[in-house]
Each structure stands twice: as C-alpha cells, then as structure tokens.
C-alpha cells in the first residue's frame, strides 16, 4: 500500500495543537477511540468532527501537532476516518506517534488543494496528485512504510513475532 487514494482533503489553515485536536478533557474519559473522535477539533471547529468520513486527509497550510505528547491526538483522527495529515511542518512528538498509530504524515510546504478536492498519495514516489499542480516530497524510510502497511508500530511487531514464532494468536508471547 504506497499509493492512497483517492483521499478528500480537509482543510485547517490555522497552527494546530495537540490540545486542539483532542480536548485534553477527554484524554482519560474514554480509552475507545470512536469515543475520541466524536470530540476531535470540538473547542475550534465544532461539528467538525461529524463531516470526517473514511479516507479523508487534513492539508494544513501551517504547523501541525504541536503541544504535548499526546498519542491520543493521532489515534482520535485515525478513528475519524482521516488517513493522512498534509502540512509543511509537525510537532515531532505528533509525528512520530502518527507514523507509530498508522496515521501517514507528510511534510509538504504548499500544497495547492481546497476543501473537498480529492487528492492521491503516492508514498514510494514522494508524490501527492490532485487538481492543482502536485507536490513532492521525502519519500518515507522503507521501515516507516513497513509500519504504515502493518497498521502501526504494535501490529508490525507483533507480525515479526509471529513469524518467529515467538507470539501466539491472541498474542500471548511465549
């Protein structure tokens, strides 16, 4: 799985914290996922998180993850629908737990899309196509797209465990 699409773009133009997407309230009301996303964006963009739908990708114009550590950030947008965060720069600590999660991150410093269009990823290439001109970009490490395809960190783990024979289904390590 290196090339995404099609992927309908969000657009949030305004720097975004950690705080912003996930109101740290809800940080330990709910440990379900689907419970976080209901409340992704609420204090800035209310009702937003309703309009997320499956295979959707946020463009940012502007920094993106910025604040506090936390994962919860990453895995509220996974469980929003959203595949992909477009942006010319991240909170590092947002970056890497979003590759960890399986939430691709890709630092673009402009990428010509608006509200609703629909773009497409290719993450050997380092290319994202849509109406506008493309944008390129670093192509990911051959481990960080290991982990994109597993589903995350956890579950890429736990495969090459399996395969080692050292987990067991259910993941019970032996």
Known sequence: MTKLGPLRVRRI???????DIIP?????????TSELAKHVFENIFPGLAETF????????????GIGSSREQAASSLLAAGVRAVIAPSFGRIFFRNAWNLGLIAVEVADLDAGEGDAVTIDLDAG????????????????????????????????SRLAEQGRIQAGGSVQ
């Open 127 to 158: 290319r994202i196509e849509g109406p506008g001109r493309s944008a390129a970009f670093s192509p990911p490490p051959a481990r960080m797209l290991e982990m994109i395809n597993a589903g995350g960190l956890l579950p890429l783990v736990a």
């Open 53 to 64: 739908r499956p295979g959707d990708v946020i463009s940012s114009s502007t920094t993106f």
């Open 24 to 32: 740290g309230r809800y940080k330990h009301m709910f440990t379900d």
């Open 13 to 19: 133009d305004r720097v975004i914290s950690t705080d």
